[in-house]
């Protein structure tokens, strides 16, 4: 507990906000299970009180052979005190535009507007609720608190908690060189919820390096940082 909240305290807080960088320019590859499937490219432009986040995941290697597919993921939004406060979140896919997916998030009336197959749905928007995307931006924002952190997230269609713990301080090997980071994983209750874990580099403002997804059915999902350029 004690390491938990020390971790917390790392990650604090309102001074977050104006110490973190106006610009962000990641690059990931993505593998499954060991081989490399794709590449990630993302972006975070900060201009006074408004972000915007754009990834766009693009196939690589055996998987480009069978499906050539590129996905884009966009969030933009406000930034405060308690980080980021998303407003709008969209996932397009270059071939396969049925399954693209929008919403909006309207935080005086607590609801979020879903736009997915033709079709509008309205749900429930917890305070503080990120979407796919701004979730991973916002380990730099967090405030200082005791015990598991439970945030709420969105695809776009429906939103869900995640309850993350710290597992423990790690020396991670990247091509860009060893960081110290912080290694966190998502709590699971029930078989059938994804896993996920999270690196966060210290030195660059608790930025995810290294994300796995484990999914229930067998899939493993690596994103692992090649490049990072921060001001």
């Known amino acids: 507990m004690k ?18 960088p106006s610009e962000i320019k990641a690059e990931y590859q993505l593998t499954n299970n060991g081989v490399t499937i794709g590449r990630v490219l ?6 006074g009180d408004t972000y915007v986040i754009s990834s766009v995941s693009r ?9 050539d597919e590129q996905i884009t993921l966009q969030s933009s939004g406000k930034v405060g005190s ?16 049925k399954r693209d997916v929008s919403a909006t998030f309207d935080w005086a009336r607590g609801v979020m507007q879903s736009r997915f197959k033709g079709e509008t749905s309205m749900h429930t928007l917890p305070p503080e609720t990120q979407d ?9 924002h967090l405030k200082p608190r005791a015990g598991n952190l439970v945030m709420s997230m969105s695809n776009g269609r429906k939103v869900e908690a995640y309850t993350y713990r710290i597992v423990d301080d790690v020396r991670l090997a990247t091509p860009m060189g060893e960081m110290d980071t912080v290694h966190i994983e ?3 209750t029930v078989p059938r919820e994804s896993k996920v874990e999270v690196w966060l ?17 067998g899939l493993r999902l690596e994103q692992n940082i090649v490049a990072l350029q921060a001001r």
């Open 3 to 20: 390491r938990l909240f020390a971790f917390l305290v790392l990650v604090l807080a309102s001074g977050a906000a104006v110490s973190m």
């Open 42 to 47: 993302e972006t975070f432009v900060r201009k």
């Open 59 to 67: 196939s690589e290697g055996i998987l480009k052979a069978l499906y």
């Open 82 to 97: 308690a980080g980021l406060q998303p407003l709008a979140f969209e996932e397009k896919r270059a071939k396969e535009s």
């Open 132 to 140: 796919r995307i701004s979730m991973m931006y916002q380990f730099m």
């Open 186 to 188: 998502r709590v699971t």
């Open 201 to 217: 580099a210290k030195q660059h403002h608790n930025f995810p390096v290294r994300v796995v997804f484990d999914d229930p059915k």
